[in-house]
């Protein structure tokens, strides 16, 4: 139900837009997240942000470089990433919640799609 897009190997410093569809089921009054998970670590959060939009939050390991946004009306979420940097290289995952709001925990998130791998050279 969550198809995340938008991956890629791009160079230090460069840019990538990740891109998060839902298709079969609306999930407009979630709140979603994108986490990313390198080789050989734990999933980590990354951005989420609530139903409408009007609340966002991030870690700080990628706070002032990533910007997330979201069309209620297309189904979409958007993860702009800027300057990135070879530690940003994971697969990276969005993710629906149980419910409206924003979350960093992993457990209050239902819907998981099949992740993105992003590769940032140095």
């Known amino acids: 139900q969550l198809q995340a897009s938008g991956g890629g190997l791009v160079q230090a410093g460069g840019s990538l837009r990740l891109s998060c569809a839902t298709s079969?089921?609306?999930?407009?009054?979630?709140?979603m997240g994108w986490f990313r998970q390198a080789a050989g670590k734990e999933r980590e959060f990354v951005a989420t942000i609530d139903w409408s939009g009007g609340t966002t939050s991030y870690a700080d390991s990628v706070k002032g470089r990533s910007t997330i946004s979201r069309d209620r009306a297309k189904n979409t979420v958007i993860l702009q990433m800027n300057n990135l940097k070879p530690e940003d290289t994971a697969v990276y995952y969005c993710?629906?919640?149980?419910?409206?709001?924003?979350?960093?925990?992993?457990?209050?998130?239902?819907?998981w799609g099949q992740g993105t791998q992003v590769t940032v050279s140095s």
């Open positions: 993710a629906a919640a149980l419910f409206g709001g924003p979350s960093d925990w992993p457990r209050n998130y239902r819907y």
């Open positions: 079969g089921r609306t999930l407009s009054n979630n709140g």
